[in-house]
């Protein structure tokens, strides 16, 4: 921020460069300077840029190839729509992504709120995010472009959208930057591969609809209420000009303008909320009475069990729900587990036998436990001398994990069951089900004692300490053959059933599958505790690495 310093102070003698210039300059600096930090960084950028460069030509060359197609105006409307919506979300969930995102690095500087957003949207407009932008827009345009009008209006659209694209990111992203910057942005972050993962599956999920109905038009009257929305409504402006509705060309392409304004306008009044109100780090401490009160024990205190069993599920529920990792680990495997058998379903090639992948994901949650207390767990180190203890320590582990499992997997089993319409093999299937899940918390009793890993917190998105990898791996995928194994029997039981057309007595699959995964987690959980008691010194010098 030097340069910007000096901007300032010599504003006086009225020979200072544009604020503009230097924050462009700023942007390349800070550019340069983080490439020169690691040579994985430079390879990184490089690669991405590539990548970028190669993605965008071939949508170009789509776009010129689609032109003359009666799906032209479609597919380019609602790409832009897309794109609109990728710079909306994105700094939510890349709020590191770039240093000069964050506005409240400026706060104590004296620039005015109107120039400074000038010169922030100038510099924004320089990377490889906006340069790709321009191209696909252009794409886009080029794809609807028909006649001199239609020329006219896409050189006018293509800029606007591509400004008001990034204009969008950048009023999100001082509207929230407060949240963005605190725990909570922090583990909204820590979901963005859930997002993307979901995201996948939606998509997917229209390609094949699509596949099936064999043409666009389908997509039709999405496409004509996204013509409406700015930023899209710029490629929709050029689309009405190629069809000669002259008026509603200009209507879009000034709606789309006036968002533009809006969107600085917004981005001023949240850079000026940012420079003049506190925020929660500048407020006084609550008084003592209420931080009594929260400190109190809650609801979730009551219904647990007294005792050691009570406090160790309650602190590895807690760790669930404030641990931005573990919740993040938590929430993938059950949206997961929802999705995979569900989107199967709908899609008419599901089983109800893929409700199981619920209990898999889920049962990966027992692994490593100890590994997921990193440093932490020296504190419940001292709590274990014996064998007893490290039962009691594993078994309520184990408790507070099936009582998320257990509802939810019986949730997914009904849902899919009733998608289906195969509620004759619910019983067996839910069954399965519950071996699975006693199987692997046998597993993963065993594998947290025999081979625990450290899970860095320096890092959002590496779970393995350097050095290991080999570990990890290992504990899971040794951990998900031994469940496969250990529900051998059960699974041969369920096919001897159904190909000797003893289907009456299906319905047994359930009691005996529950009763099955009870009595291999309880084996699962005292053979983990002996080993666990004699390797504690080894485990927690294996967990506290990162």
Not at 271 to 278: D, G
Not at 301 to 313: D, I, K, N, Q
Not at 475 to 492: D, E, K, Y
Not at 522 to 535: C, F
């Amino acid at each position: 921020m030097s340069a910007v310093t000096h901007t300032t102070t010599s504003a006086g003698a009225g020979s200072a460069p544009s604020l503009t210039a230097v924050f462009v300059r700023l942007k390349l600096a800070l550019l340069r300077n983080g490439l020169r930090q690691s040579g994985g960084r430079t390879t990184a950028y490089i690669a991405s840029a590539v990548f970028g460069a190669f993605f965008a030509a071939v949508m170009v060359l789509a776009f010129v190839l689609l032109r003359g197609s009666a799906d032209a105006d479609t597919v380019a409307i609602l790409l832009t729509g897309a794109l609109a919506l990728s710079w909306t979300v994105m700094p939510l969930f890349i709020p590191s992504g770039d240093e000069t995102l964050d506005p409240s690095r400026l706060v104590m500087l004296p620039l005015r709120p109107q120039p400074l957003v000038r010169a922030l949207l100038v510099a924004s407009l320089v990377g490889i995010g906006p340069f790709l932008t321009l191209l696909l827009t252009f794409g886009a345009a080029l794809s609807v472009a028909h006649g001199a009008a239609a020329t006219v209006v896409a050189v006018l659209a293509v800029p606007l959208v591509t400004v008001t694209c990034v204009a969008l990111s950048r009023a999100v992203a001082a509207a929230n930057i407060r949240l963005l910057t605190s725990r909570k942005g922090r583990d909204l972050a820590l979901l963005s591969g859930l997002v993307i993962a979901v995201g996948i599956q939606f998509v997917n999920f229209g390609v094949q609809r699509l596949n099936q109905a064999g043409s666009l038009s389908s997509l039709e009257p999405a496409a004509t209420v996204v013509g409406w929305l700015p930023p899209a409504a710029g490629i929709g402006a050029v689309d009405a000009a190629s069809k000669g509705d002259h008026l509603v060309a200009a209507v879009r392409l000034l709606l789309t303008a006036a968002t533009l304004a809006a969107l600085v306008y917004w981005w001023r009044r949240s850079l000026v909320r940012l420079m003049v109100e506190p925020d929660g780090s500048t407020i006084g401490a609550a008084p003592d009475s209420g931080r009594e009160k929260a400190a109190g024990s809650g609801l979730l205190g009551r219904l647990l069990p007294e005792g050691r069993t009570g406090a160790v599920m309650e602190r590895s529920l807690r760790y669930i729900w404030r641990d931005p990792k573990t919740k993040a680990a938590w929430v993938t495997s059950l949206a997961i587990g929802l999705i995979v058998p569900l989107f199967n379903a709908f899609q008419g090639s599901g089983s109800i036998y893929f409700a199981c992948f619920a209990s898999g994901m889920l049962g990966i949650q027992m692994y490593n436990q100890f590994g997921q207390d990193t440093s932490a767990f020296w504190m419940v180190a001292q709590t274990i001398s014996t064998s007893a203890d490290a039962y009691a320590e594993l078994r309520a582990r184990a408790l507070a994990l099936l009582t998320i499992t257990l509802p939810f997997t019986t949730l997914v089993t009904a849902v899919t069951a009733g998608v289906l319409g195969q509620w004759s093999q619910f019983p067996e299937a839910l069954g399965l089900a519950f071996a699975l899940l006693g199987a692997m918390l046998a597993s993963g009793a065993v594998a947290s004692a025999s081979l625990p890993y450290s899970i860095p917190q320096d890092s959002g998105y590496k779970n393995v300490v350097p050095g290991q990898g080999g570990l990890a791996w290992m504990s899971i995928l040794g951990g998900m053959v031994a469940a496969t194994v250990l529900c051998a029997p059960l699974i041969a039981a369920t096919i001897y059933l159904h190909v000797s057309d003893q289907g009456s007595l299906l319905w047994l699959v359930l009691p005996v599958g529950a009763l099955y995964g009870a009595l291999l987690a309880w084996a699962g959980l005292k053979a983990a505790a002996p080993r666990t008691a004699r390797r504690l010194p080894e485990i927690l010098a294996a967990v506290s690495k990162g």
